[in-house]
Every structure is written in C-alpha cells, then in structure tokens.
C-alpha cells in the first residue's frame, strides 16, 4: 500500500466494505477472520465500522483483503446482475474446483489465500492478470 488515505476517505471504504460483507449475511466472527482484523477487535466493534465512527486500519494486508472482497463483489455482480440474494448464496454453495467445499469456507480457512483461490473462481479476468504476471516474471528470471 503506497497511498495514505484521508479519514473521510477511510470512512467511505470502511463503510463500504462493511455493506458488501453485511450482504453476504455473514457473521461477526465471519467478517473479523476475512478482513484479517486484529485479535483486539470485538463483535461490538463492527457496528462503528458500519456507522463510520471507527475506521479499518490502513494496513496492506488489510487493503489487500479489502481488494479481494471488492473484486468477488463485482465478479458476483456480473454474474448475477439481476439477484442480490443469488450473490450472497453463491458463497455458500459446494464448489467443485474446491473439493465441494463452500467458498465462505475456503476463505475462512484459507485467509487471504482462501479470497485470492475465490476471487480467481468467480473472476476469470483476475486469474488471466495473475497468469499473465507469472509468466512474464518467469520470463525475467530466465
């Protein structure tokens, strides 16, 4: 993370990651483990995330987390531009590719490897991105 974003500007993020994970009608603890949030963090906590009275941390794993949720959410709005309710049961349904596992479950396992594997399921454009950069990184190590 290279950009140092302003407190109003940390309030609207903030805020909007909340609205996306309050989508996927997970749990506190749900939210805590996907954001990577510090142990100190409690249930109660997540309501002044919502109301913007408390900001996430301007950390780069945090940013990172935050990236990978965004990008699932815009992959699920493509996929199902018409249904707010499919998006959120997307989550929640056995996938193949993951041994029949949940992607919610494959997150919370997995921590930002689980949203990376989820985000490269749902957003085949991602995965190219991440194919094109591995390849081009072999071709300069050789």
Known sequence: MNKTYSNEEMVSITKTVMRYLDAW?????EIINILGLDS???TRHLQAFRSGNKI???QKETFQRIEH??????????AYPMSVSTRARWLYKPCR???????LSVIMAEGINGLIKVRIEV???YGWKLSEQMATNLQKNN
């Not at 949720?69 to 493509?78: D, K, S, Y």
């Not at 590719?97 to 992607?103: A, H, I, V, Y």
């Open 25 to 29: 009608k997970l749990t506190s603890d």
């Open 40 to 42: 100190k963090i409690r």
């Open 56 to 58: 996430l941390p301007q």
């Open 69 to 78: 949720v965004a990008g699932i959410v815009e992959a699920l709005r493509t």
């Open 97 to 103: 590719r993951f041994q029949k596992q949940t992607p």
């Open 123 to 125: 957003d085949c454009a």
